[in-house]
């Protein structure tokens, strides 16, 4: 069974840094392209960044683009995303998802860790 | 905002038949890029439901279906039951904007 574990998440200052991590496991991790989407409070789903299954190519949203940086290690079955100069409106649960096989769908998600942006 | 808009909105009564539109544009439906919808029940991780305008993954059931026309897309629920109340969104690629797009989502309740 494909699981995902995200970790990291916390409350950090205005300009701050932190780095999210995904843990899979269940599956050939470096098959597939994988995702960061988030969900602000009471808001709705927006994509924030992918990478494909080699690492080689990366993606982001305008919003956290020269921000936030997505990568992964095949090796240990982990995703990241390194967010610095963090901003109030970076306040959200993120989620790390899967993506299917040649579709921009996402199958499998892991149950989100919140990132608060607060002095 | 997002590029892709849903009713905030949509009620039936349980049995009832149930539709979401989605309203997308010449930069991602009219381009030809699928349409992939997601259930969110409350405090819970996004579901996926329809992959590929028209799919279900395993274990979906058949009451959820959906389609795609032209810069418009549908999610309908038949057979409505208290369990589908939840958020649904969604989700498609925008070549204007160069990234993956949500809608706007829209809240089913079972009256």
């Known amino acids: 069974e494909v699981q995902l574990v995200e970790s990291g998440g916390g409350l950090v200052q205005p300009g701050g840094s932190l780095r999210l991590s995904c843990a899979a496991s269940?599956?050939?991790?470096?098959?597939?392209?994988m995702r960061w989407v988030r969900q602000a409070p009471g808001k709705g789903l927006e994509w924030v960044s992918a990478?494909?299954?080699?690492?080689?190519?990366?993606f982001y949203a305008d919003s956290v683009k020269g921000r936030f940086t997505i990568s992964r290690d095949n090796s240990e079955n982990t995703l990241y995303l390194q967010m610095n100069s963090l901003r109030a409106e970076d306040t959200a649960v993120y989620y790390c998802a899967k993506e299917v096989l040649r579709y921009f769908a996402l199958d499998y998600w892991g149950q989100g860790t919140l990132v608060t942006v607060s002095s | 905002q997002s590029v892709l808009t849903q009713p905030p909105s949509v009620s039936g009564a349980p049995g009832q038949r149930v539709t979401i539109s989605c309203t997308g544009s010449?930069?991602?439906?009219?381009?030809?890029?699928?349409v992939h919808w997601y259930q969110q029940l409350p405090g819970t991780a996004p579901k996926l439901l329809i992959y590929?305008?028209?799919n279900r993954p395993s274990g979906v059931p058949d009451r959820f279906s959906g389609s795609k026309s032209g810069t418009s897309a549908s999610l309908a629920i038949t057979g409505l039951q208290v369990e589908d109340e939840a958020d649904y969104y969604c989700?498609?690629?925008?070549?204007?904007?160069?990234?993956?797009?949500f809608g706007t989502g829209t809240k089913v309740t079972v009256l």
């Open positions: 989700q498609s690629y925008d070549s204007s904007l160069r990234g993956y797009v």
């Open positions: 010449s930069s991602n439906f009219g381009a030809g890029y699928d």
């Open positions: 590929g305008n028209s």
């Open positions: 269940g599956l050939t991790f470096s098959t597939y392209a």
């Open positions: 990478i494909s299954g080699s690492g080689g190519s990366t």
